[in-house]
């Protein structure tokens, strides 16, 4: 999903939207985590590290189904609006991951918060991105000089290189997801052979991944257990919707002067 991202922001997207979409895949994931984590841990009565490890998980935004509905419904978006819609949906996973491994880090007694934390942060972030744009620079170049034998298996290349975008980074100690999604960004924005092919089959993955997630995320849930937690369960999502989210986007958007519809839309 995240490699399907990547490969269909345009360059255009990126430079214009660049700044505010990382601003809220950041400041605005680390926000809305501690809001939602801190009535978590009120509403549910757990220690407030608990409490920050549940809002870490739930941080994140998913905006890529909502914005293809958004664009087949042909809905006239401002450029800005709609390229840090995009752009945020694919990086913010990276930061998420990175809060949730932290804090599970802190939990277990593997970690001290601190300057510990702020280094976890620094290699993750920067091996993730050099990892990511060095196998996608390399993965297009690949893709120009080898001959398949059959059109259909450049996807499967690209699913290869994907695979080592994730791979590399997480082995030298980077962020994996940080590295498909840029390895991914590089790949859509080379010209590379077969293209369309490439973006239809991923898209097509990318869609499958998500209704797979959602699946195994379903049956994981037993509905016999569901209503003894269903109060303080859309308690904390009403907080995370409501109060978190909207707090997040306003003061992670503020030095970027987006209009205050633009933000509830954003929100």
Do not use: C
Not at 94 to 117: C, F, K, Q, R, Y
Request: neutral net charge; without cysteine; aromatic residues 8%.
């Amino acid at each position: 999903m995240t490699t399907a991202r990547g490969l269909q922001t345009p360059w255009r997207a990126f430079r214009l939207a660049w700044r505010p979409a990382i601003a809220l895949s950041t400041v605005g994931v680390v926000i809305t985590s501690a809001i939602t984590g801190v009535a978590a841990a009120w509403i549910l009565g757990v220690p407030v590290l608990l409490g920050l490890l549940l809002g870490s998980i739930v941080g994140s935004t998913d905006a890529a189904a909502v914005f293809s509905i958004l664009r087949e419904r042909a809905l006239n978006l401002r450029e800005r609006v709609a390229a840090t819609l995009e752009i945020e949906s694919g990086s913010n996973d990276p930061m998420a991951v990175l809060l949730t491994l932290a804090l599970v880090s802190i939990l277990i007694g593997e970690m001290d918060p601190g300057w510990n934390l702020v280094g976890f942060f620094l290699q993750q972030t920067i091996l993730g991105a050099l990892g990511g744009v060095a196998v996608g620079w390399l993965g297009a170049q690949l893709l120009n000089r080898v001959e398949l034998s059959a059109a259909g298996l450049y996807p499967v290349l690209t699913v290869a290189i994907a695979l080592l975008a994730y791979g590399v980074p997480a082995f030298l100690g980077g962020s994996g997801f940080l590295g498909v999604y840029l390895a991914g960004l590089v790949l859509g924005n080379s010209k590379v052979v077969f293209k369309r092919g490439i973006l239809m089959a991923h898209d097509g993955g990318a869609w499958m991944a998500q209704i797979s997630m959602f699946i195994m995320l379903g049956l994981l849930a037993t509905p016999s257990r569901l209503p003894d937690v269903a109060l303080e369960g859309l308690a904390i999502a009403g907080v995370l919707v409501f109060v978190a989210r909207p707090v997040a986007v306003t003061l992670a958007l503020l030095p970027f002067r987006f209009e205050w519809r633009e933000l509830v839309f954003l929100s």
